[in-house]
């Protein structure tokens, strides 16, 4: 039913050997070592066995002529023997641009990424923790991690490389189904390196003119895939789903009072904004960022599935405007974080046109279904949005952070934020100013963000991204099939999910037979954070749990991780069940 993943590597090597499993570390190395070129399956290995790591590292490497040499962990076969480098004697100032420093400082790159793949091939492997857990204080004491005045040696950085992965979360581990971005691609990952690498900002054409094209050319490919006609439009990539967020409620101000700018809130009557009171947080912290304030956004009543009433919507609006308010902005959720819910577009659609209100889209959770032909009816009505917010870091699996803000105007964002800096947008430029992007962001430096995202396109295609998100739906309904008649479950909402979020209690047996029903909804809200702690504790898996309205605290199950299978649902009913036991 599911593939043995990362693993599956050493599957023939281990046929026919009893002691062994094809999914331990050990058969994976013994693959490994023969597939990989350069030394780095065995490095890998030494890596990954405890207590072997040091023994590896001093082996000598026998050569044809019986004499030993220290391979140069080179990633192609040769003949040159690496020199020893002791990190202990080196300090970062012998590392490039220092005289001579070109060999010390590949020496010590290569030492970063031995670290880096061993804790990426941990990462996918199940019998390793999701999470070495210790309480902060405990953390605090067992690392020296103070800023000291001296530097530290090579070495001692290395050692801090280490710790920090080793208590780091393994977010791409199969098993964790914590946050709503999970998951680790290799190509993406590949793509984050060299974005540091190039290390430029993207704020105009001639520091970054790869990058630069990248984003207008995905961002148009995006846009065509929300419906606007020919891709025209707008938009940029943002720190993340919240400030993309904020971007839309700025420009839908700016779109219907101009002068603000300039002026500011005192030149405007009293603005509000519209949300379900199911949406993300980010709405009401951006209109509290921008001077609007929190109490003008009116949150609008969701049914039980939790998508937004367009009645209660539009009875709100015309109430607003009889007290002397002006609405200027809807935010519609597509993909609610706690539910998964899908506002009805095209009924708020229709509402947004009646009032002539500003209509944007979060689909910061579920905006990547569009990439779904089976799933992308979820956002019928998409297209009659004026901005969309789209996070492919989250079900596209791409490395954080990657967060688009998308606008069906032209030019809006470049007269709303342009602030003409002639020390770093010149007039006078040799080449098409449209393609300095600086001035239409609110942020002056601005990471590249696009990378990751369009290199894992060209690696999967439209049709792979389709394929993985359909997997990630696909394996939340086999959780919600087998959960929902199971002893001991109770769902938090009738009906399949529309999204990957499936929200269950657990009931162990001290309260599933309790008839006091005050008595059992207090002790029922403790369960969660309990079981929750005990998975810390122990590693094995990590899931979100939450209380929503008048509702106790519940598991909110959320899938994203293309590396998840059927397997790792069951281990995780089983898992709940064996460390809820006895509450």
Request: hydrophobic share 40%; with cysteine; charged share 25%.
């Amino acid at each position: 039913m599911a593939s043995h993943g990362f693993w599956f590597l050493g599957a023939e090597n281990a046929a026919g050997n009893g002691s062994q499993s094809p999914n331990t570390p050990r058969a994976w190395c013994q693959a490994a070592a023969q597939k990989f070129s350069g030394g780095i399956g065995s490095k890998l290995c030494a890596l990954l066995n405890v207590g072997e790591a040091e023994k590896a590292a001093q082996a000598p490497v026998k050569a044809e002529d019986g004499s030993t040499a220290e391979s140069c962990g080179c990633n192609k076969p040769c003949d040159c023997p690496k020199a020893a480098v002791c990190f202990s004697d080196l300090y970062s100032t012998d590392l490039l641009p220092a005289l001579d420093g070109d060999a010390k400082t590949m020496n010590f790159l290569q030492e970063v990424v031995d670290i880096l793949l061993a804790y990426i091939v941990e990462s996918f492997d199940r019998s390793t923790k999701v999470i070495d857990f210790h309480y902060p204080n405990e953390l605090l004491q067992r690392n020296n991690w103070e800023l000291s005045d001296e530097p530290e040696t090579l070495d001692d950085i290395l050692i801090s490389c280490r710790a920090t992965l080793k208590y780091a979360i393994k977010t791409a581990h199969p098993r964790y189904f914590n946050q709503l971005s999970t998951g680790l691609d290799m190509v993406g990952l590949a793509a984050d390196w060299l974005t540091s690498t190039a290390n430029t900002n993207m704020f105009t054409y001639e520091v970054a003119p790869v990058f630069v094209l990248l984003e207008y050319v995905t961002l148009k490919k995006m846009r065509e895939i929300i419906g606007w006609q020919d891709g025209r439009g707008d938009g940029i990539f943002s720190p993340g789903g919240a400030i993309s967020n904020m971007y839309a409620m700025l420009l839908a101000r700016y779109k219907m009072f101009p002068e603000v700018k300039e002026k500011g809130m005192s030149s405007v009557p009293r603005l509000v904004a519209f949300t379900s009171e199911h949406s993300h947080f980010s709405i009401k912290k951006g209109a509290a960022a921008l001077g609007i304030g929190t109490e003008s956004v009116i949150c609008i009543k969701a049914d039980e599935r939790g998508k937004m009433i367009p009645s209660d919507l539009e009875r709100r609006i015309i109430e607003a405007k009889q007290k002397g308010y002006v609405p200027f902005f809807v935010s519609a959720t597509a993909g609610t974080t706690v539910y998964g819910a899908f506002d009805p577009l095209m009924a708020i659609a229709d509402i947004c046109k009646k009032h002539d209100v500003w209509m944007h889209v979060d689909g910061a959770w579920g905006g990547s279904l569009l990439m779904s032909r089976k799933h992308r009816w979820k956002l019928n009505g998409v297209e009659r949005a004026n901005s969309m917010t789209w996070n492919p870091h989250k079900m596209m699996a791409v490395p954080l952070q990657c967060s688009a803000l998308l606008v069906r105007e032209e030019g809006l964002m470049q007269s709303c934020n342009q602030m003409q800096a002639c020390y770093l947008f010149q007039q006078d430029k040799h080449y098409d100013l449209s393609y300095d992007t600086g001035d239409k962001a609110l942020q002056c430096g601005r990471h590249v963000d696009i990378f990751k995202l369009w290199l894992m396109w060209r690696a999967k295609g439209t049709i792979g991204f389709e394929a993985q998100i359909d997997k990630c739906l696909e394996l939340s309904e086999y959780l919600y099939n087998k959960i929902k008649d199971r002893e001991g479950y109770d769902m938090v909402f009738d009906g399949k999910p529309q999204h990957t979020n499936v929200c269950f209690w657990y009931l162990p047996p001290g309260v599933r037979y309790l008839e006091d029903k005050v008595e059992k909804m207090k002790r029922l809200h403790k369960v969660a954070p309990v079981i929750k702690a005990r998975m810390m504790e122990y590693g094995t898996t990590m899931v979100s749990y939450q209380p929503q309205g008048d509702k106790v605290n519940f598991f909110r199950m959320v899938i994203s991780n293309p590396a998840a299978t059927f397997e790792d649902i069951d281990f995780l009913i089983e898992e709940i069940e064996r460390l809820g036991q006895d509450l």
